[in-house]
């Protein structure tokens, strides 16, 4: 992505949308064989409040559209272990993965952004911050798998109005992780589009076009 010959820089550019990447280097464990061994919260609350804050200064004014996604090693095993603490041990879900049911052990039936604090990483925390900025800043956001499934059930915990600016897309297990009622689900707009951000980029594109054919934003309200 750096050097701008990814796939994703090809799509990016052929929806017309400016892509950014945002790298999170805080001191801080990851959710693997590490926080399980040292039996502590993946992130200290400073880390935590950085990390929100990295998030919400993405979000630059007059942004029509503000989508994102989690890049990262572990994210995904710690977005699940959230789904699952959210979903209260949802049926079906890949409990007995070691690695998830140390990490839900590690969480101690938290939920919230103490459920982030306690295994979630500077990336799913960064997604919140971005959600939270555009929410303030009347922008809608679009968010991907499971990391961005994770951040919304995080910040709905505390006010169940806070992510309506927001829709998800991508591929993830509907069995896993139901959403739940009030939150808007766009199908994934190929089932090829399976690396970080492709659904974003595909469904930006399709978007724009069903705004020129309506004539209306579908966001609008």
């Known amino acids: 992505c750096n050097s701008g010959t990814h796939t994703l ?26 926080i399980l061994k040292s039996k502590s919260p993946s992130q200290t609350e400073e880390n935590l409040c950085r990390a929100l804050a990295y998030g919400m200064i993405s979000v630059e004014p007059e942004i029509d559209l503000f989508t994102t996604c989690a890049i990262g090693a572990g994210t995904d095993a ?61 922008i809608p956001v679009l968010v991907e798998g499971l990391s961005g499934y994770a951040a919304l059930l995080i910040l709905r915990h505390h006010c169940p109005h806070i992510v309506e600016h927001c829709a998800i897309t991508g591929r993830f297990d509907e069995k896993f992780s139901p959403l739940e009622e009030g939150m808007t689900r766009l199908p994934a707009p190929f089932e090829t589009a399976t690396e970080a951000g492709a659904s974003l980029a595909c469904m930006i594109a399709l978007l724009r076009n069903e705004v020129a054919l309506d004539g209306t934003n579908p966001y609008s309200k």
């Open 78 to 138: 710690a977005a699940k272990a959230i789904i699952i603490a959210h979903h209260d041990g949802t049926e079906n879900s890949p409990t007995e993965d070691i690695q998830i049911s140390g990490l839900l052990s590690l969480n101690k039936d938290a939920k919230g952004l103490e459920c982030l604090k306690a295994i979630g990483g500077p990336e799913i925390s960064a997604i919140c911050g971005a959600i939270l900025a555009a929410r303030l800043g009347r």
């Open 9 to 34: 820089n090809k799509l990016a550019n052929h929806a017309n949308c400016d892509l950014r990447l945002y790298e999170l280097t805080p001191p801080r464990q990851t959710a693997n064989d590490d």
